[in-house]
């Protein structure tokens, strides 16, 4: 009780907030996402993600290289594939010398410890722009996952360490670890993302990679059949156990900032290790703030990547790992 007990004691300088200091951010905990096209010497820079780039396989093997000396060690890959050689199901994810293929050999080549994480879902390759196969109006959900589990053999078999299924499918996690068994892929593992909300902070991302749901009839414009309802948080406890339950190693939640809550609530729940997607529409805000000269940038970034890790992240999937890592020096 006051005056014996004065907390601003442990704040008076530098050195002793130092001592007391309970989260701290690492290049260890980072998870780059890294976005890559068709083509020769492209690096092309997302328009809503300023600093970020679209990168052809001979610039990934330079950004591979330049990552693994600033000690981050963990990839997750997305492809923006060409509109013709998209369609309904997704079939050219299943082609052994697709764009995600070549890129998962690009990256263990660059640096063969690198860990490779590679995105599982239909969406760049759907000419619908969903992450399953569409029909009457409806995302079809056991026809999806079958295409995700040969979809996830096919990253394995091209060498990723970790597939990361994004699309919300149900039952995904058990057909995909059940696919990678039956081929023989004992060790490849599973980051699901198990509570993926259906969320407006998507939208560069669907920029970068040209993958919003198309404006036709007969094709929902959103994904909220399959992604969660933001206002829900039941679910997300639920999702996550049946993720585990199914096989998976790793679970997720996404966004990040806003949802912290379920972050430490899953923390509580849970004893994988949990991964946080910080994701496109969250970086847009830091830098066109920045841009403006509203926010401090450094400092509000590492304001929001250590509330994430405060809030029981072991992972971080985040587009400022770069700018963070160079920060801490
Ligand atoms: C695709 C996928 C999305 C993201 C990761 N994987 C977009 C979506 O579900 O529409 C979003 C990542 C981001 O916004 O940074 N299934």
Redesign the pocket.
Known sequence: MYPLIRPRRLRSNEAIRTLVRETIISPSDFLV?LFVVEGKGIKEEIPSMPNYYRLSLDNLTKEVKELWNMGLRSVLLFVKVPDNLKDNKGSEALNENGLMQLAIKTVKNACPEMLVMT?V?L?PYSSYGH?GIVADGEILNDESVEVLAEMSVSHANAGADFVAP??MMDGRILSIREALEDEGYLNTGIMAYSAKYASA??G???DALD?APVDIKNVPKD?NTY?MDFANRFEAIRETQMDIDEGADIVMVKPGLCYLDIVREIKNEVDVPVAV?Q???EYAMVKAAAEKGWLDHDAVMMEQLTAIKRAGANIIASYFAKDAVKLLG
């Open positions: 996402p995105d879902a969406d992450d994004s699309d902070f998507y560069p991302f669907r993958s994904k992604q997607y994701v496109s529409g």
